[in-house]
């Protein structure tokens, strides 16, 4: 299809050699179309982090190919790449260690802005900036990472991505470190961004909740092998592999009683959780 | 009637910093748990949550004091403070605390059944070897877990059967509460749905009487707990009932925290979820009256001068103006929540206290993370 931003076909990926070869990522192949938010979920070991990476082109590719709008971005150059990195970006997991502790946010940005001319390069920090809730660039731009939150530390990641008006954007766990209510800002600021900025955002995560509030479609990975993926409707609420209705039994629900939740709770069962959908019992806080 | 396991009441614990100051991180609280029970204990980073797990366990250590306060298990009263001697022989056999992180606390060169004779030979000298292993292969055959973890090394056993493993060895000594601190924060949701099975299974086996369960993974407590506490600021907001709590919170907090909390259910895919304006207060210096109120949207000019009151009795309750002179309303959502980045998180001149100061009293979701990529099972490769 012409309106798919990135391509993965047959992607495998193997650490060490021989006997001690380990096939972390096996076989993978999806397509990420315009404009969608496309989360990939698995338990830690799963492969996602690896995939993120050769999407990325962190990390060379074992074998398949990898097509970033129509070209193949499995086997580039240092220079290849560095354009390549014009389109794609990422923000990771961490917010704490990615930032250089001697360094104010200006300073920081300045440098990610070197692939960019000197003057975009200013207006688009403070177009980023704007983008993720800091309408004031001065306000942030001389601080140091210590004198910001966690959320507000990711959102200037998010910024410095934003910089280069990526395609693709990248997220590997971007809020799995931020409390509840940072981590609803942040994943709003995602999807609002995809809709103005028309970004196509791969989001990896171990947190069903999180792909159900901002994925359009969800990838799941089980030791290397994407076992399923589809729409996040039919992928959560009515998912077809076994591994996928395992994964989903087990998270634990908020408002709807899982079943061996009875009141002798303790007598618990290995009896999957009532299936997502049913209605939950009593009443709700007002949205 | 339900017997009493645990009065603990009035703890107030501070962080005393090297130019004298004290941070309270546990102002002025009371806990009340019965026997059988899981109390659920919930907050955001820095909300004093592990503080409260390690004065309840007895494991304070400085920085950490703690200030005032008495504990009440099974009628044997103690008084908490800085003079106070506690009795060794409460810390594992009365209290016993799994704290954070415990799967990494096994010994990469040892065998589990050397931690195992070293847990039990710290309390009981004169205890044989085989004696300390029998009890442990007991309790593990008690649980339907594999015995041959005694004889295996950590990285032979898998994230989730090493926090079970830890959990066993924590509560050897039959514990009256066990105390546990993010048990469920490192694991994936099929290892934590399991611990949490065993932990239900030892309250039923009377293993120990009763378990302060401390995550900020309110879906996880809603499965575990009879109650829960809902923290902000170093103050219990409000406490009740599981159910009560997550469905019809009367704290304007409790209502604001939980509706940003994202599970898999259908509305979720619906409807726009926002955070909680403003950030937590730094608690060098307080604000007065309910801490809640700069953040709160249904404030009373009283909220700002005077400490909020107590609506409920001590096992269910919400300090809350609001709460107080609502009966029975459910908390205006829109009034506590924001959908603007620049309310929600301001940049303010203090940052957030919990983050800086994350070396031994790593919070919130920041053991989940580190952890992921150590976690790993046999494998051997973090992807």
Known sequence: ???????????????????????????VSFALAENEVVTVVGESGSGKSTLARMVLG???????????????????????????????????????????QFFTVRRLLARSSRLLDDKVGAERLEEALGHVGFPNPADVLDRFPHELSGGQRQRVMIARALMMRPKLLVADEATSMLDASLRVNVLNVLTDLRKELGMTVLFITHDIGQACYVA??????ENGVMVEQGRAEDVIFNPQHEYTRRLLADVPKLHESMNDDSPSRAAASPVPAAPAGASPAGAHVEF | MTNRLLNAENLRAAYRTPDGKQVFAVDDISVYINEGEVLGVAGESGSGKSTLGAILSLTTRPPLYVESGTLEIDGKRQELGERSKIPRTWRGSVVSLLPQGAMNSISPTQRVRDLVFDVMR???????????????????????????????????????????????????????????DEPTSALDVSSQKALIDMLLQMLEQKIM?????????????????????????????????????????????????LSAVLVPEPRYREMRVFGIPGSPPNLLNPPSGCRFHPRCGVSYPECETEAPPHVGDELRFSKCFWAKKHPGESVPLKAVTSDRLEEADPIGHDPRPA???????????????????????????SA
Request: net charge negative; no cysteine.
């Open chain 1, 1 to 27: 299809m012409s309106d798919d931003v990135l391509v993965a076909t047959g992607v495998s990926k193997t650490f060490g050699h021989g006997k001690n070869a380990v096939e972390a990522v096996k076989d």
């Open chain 1, 58 to 100: 962190l990390m060379p590719i074992t074998s398949g190919t990898l097509t970033f709008r129509g070209n193949d971005v499995s086997k580039m150059n240092a220079r290849g790449r560095t354009e390549y990195w014009k389109d794609v970006q990422a923000v990771f997991q961490d917010p704490f260690s990615a930032f250089n």
């Open chain 1, 216 to 221: 359009d479609r969800v990838l799941v990975m």
């Open chain 2, 122 to 180: 710290a309390h009981d000298r004169s205890i044989k070897r085989d004696e300390a292993l029998d009890r442990a292969r007991d309790r593990l055959k008690s649980l339907d877990l594999p015995v041959r973890v005694l004889d295996s090394y950590p990285h032979q056993l898998s994230g989730g059967m090493k926090q079970r493993t830890v959990t066993i060895i924590s509560t050897l000594l039959n514990p009256r509460l066990l105390i546990a």
């Open chain 2, 209 to 257: 009487s009763g378990v302060v369960f401390i995550t900020h993974d309110l879906p996880v407590l809603r499965t575990v707990s009879d109650r829960i506490a809902i923290m902000y600021a170093g103050k219990i907001v409000e406490v009740g009932d599981a159910e009560e709590i997550t469905e019809r919170p009367r704290h304007p907090y409790a209502a604001a925290l």
């Open chain 2, 355 to 381: 983050e800086s100061e994350q070396h031994d009293d790593m919070d919130g979701p920041a053991p989940a993370g580190r952890a992921e990529g150590r976690e790993v099972s046999t494998g051997g490769v």
